[in-house]
DNA sequence: TTACCTCATAGGTTTTTATCTATGAGATAC
DNA sequence: GTATCTCATAGATAAAAACCTATGAGGTAA
């Protein structure tokens, strides 16, 4: 048996005849003329080298060779069956894989999304990864996930990218700060104490730094830190005053004040970005539909700006 | 996913690629070209319209689909496997069927033929027709079974038939009977006595009664008898004498005796008849071929006419 | 007998498939 | 920088597959 000549469109019209037990039958089933069926069967006779059906009485009958085929047949496109069942699930974004590459800072606000998704389709792995920004980038450029979340996209000549979340960046100094109760600041009044910072590259530090050179200004004194939480708790105990993004603020702590600098907005968006040269799976197409339609329920709905909708998912 | 636009050529190719992890490779040990293994990789994701061989940093990367796919091939190339072994099973005469019909005498010889080659195909199966000629001639006009085995074969138009054993017919009377110690007997001499005899048809019959044409001699007495069995014991009990084939008669049994009948030799010969205008099963070629070649070993030597290398078993 | 089934076969057409060669774009190796 | 891998794509061809119509042989049923 030559395996290699055999189609599966053989071997459905052979399973037709073997079920209905006549050629005539087969081909009114199948929308062929029987001579079409006759053939076929004839040819997968050559094929297997074995007589398959033969006529006794003016009935067909089934060999043993014939009964055989027929159950390897039924089992091979149940197999067959299981697969496209498979891929629909895989299709319908219930299965698979979404790999998300994210910065530090995104860990406050993206669970509130993946924890209700994941509950939504329990079939789909969810791996995180979470670096800085120069980390994220270099997975970026390898196109080694799915979805990557940055404030400040890069480079989008193989990318695109939405905003789904504002980011306002806010001053914090310990609660028990000079400035800490005065009305209206304007940022020139923070120079001359020392800022905790983030690495160099960091979304949050590179805003803030370009604000700092537009309006002239110069920082007297800087500490980097490698994390938000570190910086936090270091302006708590008095090392210095920061900006960070509000959302990475626990509420409810009063170990330290946000200031009221009232001559300085700084703020940028949190996005999504998915690689355009990169086939986008059916799980984080998923995700960022699931995203689009729930960004309100699951995150501060102040902040919240969906322009998901400009995703081009192909 | 369309599986008729799937074949298995393409899906061997694809395990290929999934197993080399290369397209070149795989294009290498198939005795293809590269861009050949390209295109079908293509258009087997076309089929399953669902990408499952990415190029990620130069290197090929399965994808979730696609290591699906590999394994449901991996079970339907299985499966198509274990039908390749039954089939040369099959081929071998290691498996199948070979039916085979025999008139009633016939049951004295064949059984010892059909023990041993049993033995050693466990897996054939050997269902037998036992019935007189003419339930015997039906079954083989309608090409009910593999084998027949007559004395006496039919109008050969769609069959083929070859001699495997002698069958001498004998004249037997009860032990007492007053020719039973005659040294020298002719058949008119049996003439007076009253016969047992099979039903008209019966080949044993055929050949005595065409003989007593031939010679111008007339029966005075006859009785009908269904089997070869009762009208052995018919003679035994005295109710008259038989011609009846050597086969038939138990060794050492002394409640009858054979008689010297010096004129007379009749004789046919036993055969086995394929049809052939049917296909021949792998089981019954290989039955055959068995007797063929132990014929001697299984049959009372002095008996066998082994001819059955005249059949030609396409 | 005729009409009407069955399946088989011959002969032909149109797609599809399985290949190839040639060529190009990227990446790595020296 | 050049050679040498990788894979992808375009274009061409020869074989095959998948059908069809027409026709015939053999059987059943009115």
Redesign the interface.
């Given at each position: 048996?030559n395996?290699?000549q055999?189609?599966?469109?053989l071997l459905?019209v052979f399973m037709s005849v073997v079920k209905t037990g006549s050629i005539s039958e087969t081909a009114r089933q199948l929308h062929l003329t029987q001579p079409t069926v006759s053939l076929q069967i004839k040819r997968l006779q050559e094929a297997?080298n074995?007589?398959l059906i033969?006529m006794?009485?003016q009935k067909l009958q089934v060999t043993?060779?014939g009964l055989?085929?027929f159950r390897?047949c039924e089992?091979?496109?149940g197999?067959?069956d299981?697969?496209?069942d498979?891929?629909a699930e895989?299709?319908g974004g219930e299965?698979?894989?979404c790999k998300i590459a994210m910065v530090n800072t995104a860990q406050y606000i993206l669970p509130k999304l993946l924890g209700p998704y994941s509950n939504a389709h329990p079939h789909v792995e969810l791996p995180l990864e979470i670096g800085n920004r120069s980390a994220v980038l270099a997975r970026f450029e390898?196109?080694e996930d799915d979805i990557y979340v940055f404030s400040h996209p890069p480079s989008l000549e193989h990318a695109q990218a939405a905003r789904f979340l504002h980011n306002p960046l806010v001053f914090i100094v310990p609660f028990d700060h000079s400035l800490a109760d005065v009305k209206a600041l304007t940022l020139a009044d923070l120079m001359p104490y020392r800022f905790l910072l983030r690495e160099p590259g960091s979304a949050t530090r590179m805003l803030f730094e370009s604000e700092l050179q537009s309006r002239g200004l110069v920082l007297s004194d800087s500490v980097q830190m490698a994390s938000n939480e570190a910086i936090r708790v270091a302006v708590s105990s008095g090392m210095g005053i920061a900006v960070l993004s509000h959302h990475v603020l626990p509420k409810g702590d009063n170990s330290f004040k946000v200031l009221n600098v009232t001559d300085t907005c700084l703020a940028s968006h949190w996005y999504f970005v998915v690689r355009t040269d990169?086939?986008i799976s059916h799980a984080a197409r998923s995700f960022i539909k699931f995203a689009q339609l729930n960004l309100e329920q699951y995150l501060d709905k102040q902040w919240v700006r969906n322009e998901l909708n400009g995703l081009n998912l192909h």
């Open positions: 048996m395996i290699r055999l189609s599966f469109r459905e297997v074995e007589p033969i006794q009485q043993e060779a055989h085929l390897t089992q091979v496109f197999h067959f299981d697969y496209q498979y891929l895989l299709k299965r698979g894989r390898r196109g990169r086939h």
